[in-house]
């Protein structure tokens, strides 16, 4: 790992340095030692600014920080440069997981390494994982207690055709002129079916 240190009207001092490797060594148990870092102290008007720049594989990851003194800014900037971290990290993985290649609704995984007598070798063979159907075979019954879809007073078939498609109801229940329950559905083709209750 290389530690590239710039001071801005600031000299760099040993504690300083110790304080920044300290804090990469936590780092570097995330990533390993597949990065180099960039620390640029500055000192402006009594404020000390950090700014800690690693440079892993997938993309540059800054931390910044600004204190009273320089030991405190630097402290922060690496608190924050590790929380990044371990966000990139965590994003890194979730992409690994979602990665596997789907093909006619089966999930194909990678066979591990296997021994043989000419040394290590990868081959990728497809395997069924156990998939749960896209649609449920039973589904939940709900229930919503609605006057909207039941007439008060009697009226004809055709009275209660219009008042159903007046509400946009699916099922309409109406009583006609005699008193006899009547029950309007209307089915998913979009036709009205009548249903008559004993």
Same mark, same amino acid.
Request: aromatic fraction near 4%; hydrophobic fraction near 35%.
């Given at each position: *790992?290389?530690?590239?240190?710039?001071?801005?009207?600031?000299?760099?001092?040993?504690? &300083?340095?110790?304080?920044?490797?300290?804090?990469?060594?936590?780092?570097?148990?995330?990533?390993?030692?597949?990065?180099?870092?960039?620390?640029?102290?500055?000192?402006?008007?009594?404020?000390?600014?950090?700014? &800690?720049?690693?440079?892993?594989?997938?993309?540059? &990851?800054?931390?910044?920080?600004?204190?009273?003194? *320089?030991?405190?800014?630097?402290?922060?900037?690496?608190?924050?440069?590790?929380?990044?971290?371990?966000?990139?990290?965590?994003?890194?993985?979730?992409?690994?997981?979602?990665?596997?290649?789907?093909?006619?609704?089966?999930?194909?995984?990678?066979?591990?390494?296997?021994?043989?007598?000419?040394?290590?070798?990868?081959?990728?063979?497809?395997?069924?994982?156990?998939?749960?159907?896209?649609?449920?075979?039973?589904?939940?019954?709900?229930?919503?207690?609605?006057?909207?879809?039941?007439?008060?007073?009697? #009226?004809?078939?055709?009275?209660?055709?219009?008042?159903?498609?007046?509400? +946009?109801? +699916?099922?309409?229940?109406?009583?006609?002129?005699?008193?006899?329950? #009547?029950?309007?559905?209307?089915?998913?083709?979009?036709? #009205?079916?009548?249903?008559?209750?004993?």
């Amino acid at each position: *790992m290389n530690v590239e240190y710039t001071g801005r009207q600031f000299k760099v001092t040993l504690a &300083i340095r110790k304080e920044v490797e300290t804090g990469l060594t936590k780092i570097r148990k995330i990533l390993g030692d597949q990065f180099d870092t960039k620390v640029i102290l500055t000192v402006e008007k009594r404020r000390h600014k950090a700014e &800690i720049t690693i440079n892993p594989p997938h993309g540059p &990851i800054v931390g910044l920080a600004e204190s009273a003194d *320089m030991k405190s800014a630097v402290s922060q900037a690496v608190e924050h440069l590790e929380k990044q971290v371990a966000k990139s990290k965590a994003r890194q993985r979730t992409r690994k997981r979602n990665s596997h290649d789907k093909r006619n609704g089966e999930i194909l995984a990678e066979e591990p390494a296997v021994e043989s007598k000419r040394g290590p070798s990868k081959t990728a063979v497809p395997l069924v994982v156990h998939r749960y159907p896209d649609v449920a075979k039973t589904t939940e019954v709900h229930l919503v207690a609605s006057s909207d879809a039941v007439a008060l007073r009697p #009226m004809t078939l055709e009275e209660a055709i219009k008042e159903a498609h007046f509400r +946009d109801r +699916d099922v309409f229940v109406f009583r006609d002129r005699k008193g006899t329950l #009547m029950i309007l559905h209307r089915t998913r083709d979009g036709r #009205m079916e009548l249903i008559e209750a004993p």
